[in-house]
């Protein structure tokens, strides 16, 4: 009789348990299922994306609730993205290729790039050590103003933000186009936010980053504007929306919800008669927290460029969020432009996997099925050759090794 007692308190024991992990399995999935997204952005003008979505009720409308967070560095973004602590950020859009090449974090880490966010806007500012001696697009004149600089106080410095991401590669190819011997000046990292500051004090002579911390400077008199990005190249992509590679799998409806109303903010923005309203609210403090004047004037493509040399009025080719779908779809020609500069410009020293590495962390797919969904339309320029503005050198994708034979370092 006591065998039989026991063996009935042993199943009803055994059931109980695997009662308790059904139920603790099925908790666990639906508060995952249920937590808010966490979304990244550092205080630039080509956070508004993901602000404006905030702001405009958009993630509510398409039923995911989303949390935003300042973020101090890229540096910070990148770690938060790979420990899940942040389900995705507004990011440089060559970011991803950077830290997976081993170039800026650890070989192997994968961050993957849901959509673009927008084109243009980042600019070269310079101090008002050159002031009178460069002007604005004058890149045959920077070299002897360095070259000077050098010999008379044995070091220059320029800055960027994070290494491999869009701005050390546009003030990369900026110094290209101007002959300047990238091995003769020092290159320093520096968070966005802090450029300002860092240039007043002395800290460096030239700087490369997005709006509005190029107006700032100019606005505080403490530097000019020699070249906007789009001058480099027009329409280059800039920022991505990039997520943890578990939360593209496991929550890959709540993805697509946000990846909408982020697309939605992005043809809102596009709307000339929004930029006002969009300025005044990504100007407060707990998003960029600078001047909505100098934000709303370079959104609305008026650059008063310093050091008296007037305004530059882009009427094509400023920030841009959406441009009929062709700003948003994230190319993977682009990305293994990114990984060749880095072998350019000495980051690495073999060619990577260029095709296999933008397969990797480039969610194409899902970005299509998306698009289709809102009916937007898909450009059919990806794997193609292509060219930037100032230097005219082809970039072929399907063959990035004969790029690099021509291109200049």
């Given at each position: 009789?006591?065998?039989?007692?026991?063996?009935i308190a042993?199943?009803?024991t055994s059931?109980v348990?695997?009662?308790?992990?059904?139920?603790s399995?099925?908790?666990?999935?639906?508060t995952a299922?249920?937590?808010p997204?966490?979304?990244?952005f550092?205080?630039?003008?080509?956070?508004?994306?993901?602000v404006?979505?905030?702001?405009?009720?958009?993630?509510?409308?398409y039923?995911?609730?989303v949390?935003?967070?300042?973020?101090?560095?890229?540096?910070?973004?990148?770690?938060?993205i790979?420990?899940?602590?942040?389900?995705?950020?507004?990011?440089?859009?060559?970011?991803?290729?950077?830290?997976?090449?081993?170039?800026?974090g650890?070989a192997?880490?994968?961050?993957?790039?849901?959509?673009?966010l927008?084109?243009?806007?980042?600019a070269?500012?310079?101090?008002?050590?050159f002031?009178?001696k460069?002007?604005?697009?004058?890149?045959?004149?920077?070299?002897?103003?360095v070259?000077a600089k050098?010999?008379?106080?044995?070091?220059?410095t320029?800055?960027?933000?994070?290494?491999?991401?869009?701005h050390d590669?546009?003030?990369?190819?900026?110094?290209?186009?101007a002959?300047l011997?990238q091995k003769?000046?020092?290159?320093?990292?520096?968070?966005?936010?802090q450029?300002v500051a860092?240039m007043?004090?002395?800290?460096?002579?030239?700087?490369c980053?997005?709006?509005?911390?190029?107006?700032?400077?100019?606005?505080?008199?403490?530097?000019?504007t020699?070249?906007?990005?789009?001058?480099?190249w027009?329409?280059?992509?800039e920022?991505?929306l990039?997520?943890?590679k578990?939360?593209?799998t496991?929550?890959?409806?709540?993805l697509?919800?946000v990846?909408?109303?982020?697309?939605?903010?992005c043809?809102?923005l596009?709307?000339p008669?929004?930029?006002?309203?969009a300025?005044?609210?990504?100007?407060?403090a707990?998003?960029?927290?600078?001047?909505?004047?100098v934000?709303?004037n370079?959104?609305?493509?008026n650059?008063?460029?310093?050091?008296?040399?007037?305004?530059?009025?882009?009427?094509?080719?400023?920030m841009?969020?959406y441009k009929?779908?062709?700003?948003?779809?994230p190319?993977?020609?682009?990305?293994?432009?990114?990984?060749?500069?880095?072998?350019?410009?000495?980051?690495?020293?073999?060619?990577p996997?260029?095709?296999?590495?933008?397969d990797?962390?480039i969610?194409?797919?899902?970005?299509?099925?998306?698009?289709?969904?809102?009916?937007?339309?898909?450009p059919?320029?990806?794997m193609k050759?292509?060219?930037?503005?100032?230097?005219?050198?082809?970039?072929?994708?399907?063959?990035?090794a004969a790029?690099?034979?021509?291109?200049?370092?």
């Amino acid at each position: 009789m006591k065998t039989i007692k026991k063996q009935i308190a042993k199943r009803l024991t055994s059931s109980v348990l695997v009662l308790l992990v059904v139920l603790s399995s099925a908790f666990t999935t639906i508060t995952a299922q249920n937590d808010p997204v966490r979304l990244g952005f550092i205080p630039l003008t080509d956070c508004s994306p993901i602000v404006m979505a905030k702001e405009l009720g958009l993630f509510k409308k398409y039923g995911v609730e989303v949390v935003v967070t300042k973020e101090s560095s890229w540096a910070n973004v990148r770690d938060k993205i790979l420990t899940g602590e942040l389900d995705g950020a507004h990011c440089l859009y060559s970011m991803p290729f950077s830290v997976y090449t081993g170039v800026g974090g650890k070989a192997g880490s994968e961050m993957k790039i849901a959509m673009m966010l927008n084109v243009n806007g980042q600019a070269i500012t310079l101090s008002n050590d050159f002031c009178g001696k460069v002007g604005f697009k004058q890149m045959n004149k920077v070299t002897p103003v360095v070259a000077a600089k050098l010999k008379a106080e044995k070091e220059v410095t320029f800055a960027m933000t994070f290494p491999g991401g869009t701005h050390d590669l546009w003030l990369r190819n900026w110094m290209s186009i101007a002959g300047l011997n990238q091995k003769a000046v020092k290159i320093i990292t520096i968070p966005p936010p802090q450029m300002v500051a860092n240039m007043k004090v002395g800290n460096m002579d030239g700087f490369c980053v997005g709006e509005p911390w190029g107006g700032v400077a100019v606005k505080q008199g403490i530097g000019f504007t020699q070249v906007a990005s789009q001058d480099i190249w027009k329409d280059h992509p800039e920022k991505a929306l990039v997520v943890n590679k578990d939360f593209s799998t496991k929550r890959r409806e709540d993805l697509k919800k946000v990846m909408k109303a982020v697309m939605e903010a992005c043809i809102w923005l596009d709307n000339p008669g929004n930029r006002k309203k969009a300025a005044a609210i990504i100007g407060r403090a707990p998003y960029v927290n600078a001047p909505a004047d100098v934000i709303e004037n370079r959104l609305m493509g008026n650059y008063d460029l310093g050091c008296n040399q007037g305004t530059q009025v882009y009427s094509k080719d400023y920030m841009l969020f959406y441009k009929g779908g062709t700003v948003n779809y994230p190319r993977k020609s682009y990305g293994i432009w990114a990984m060749a500069q880095f072998v350019r410009f000495g980051y690495l020293k073999e060619a990577p996997n260029y095709n296999a590495i933008a397969d990797k962390l480039i969610l194409q797919d899902l970005y299509e099925e998306v698009a289709k969904s809102m009916k937007i339309k898909i450009p059919n320029d990806d794997m193609k050759p292509f060219s930037l503005t100032m230097d005219k050198t082809v970039f072929d994708p399907s063959n990035p090794a004969a790029y690099l034979k021509v291109v200049k370092r």
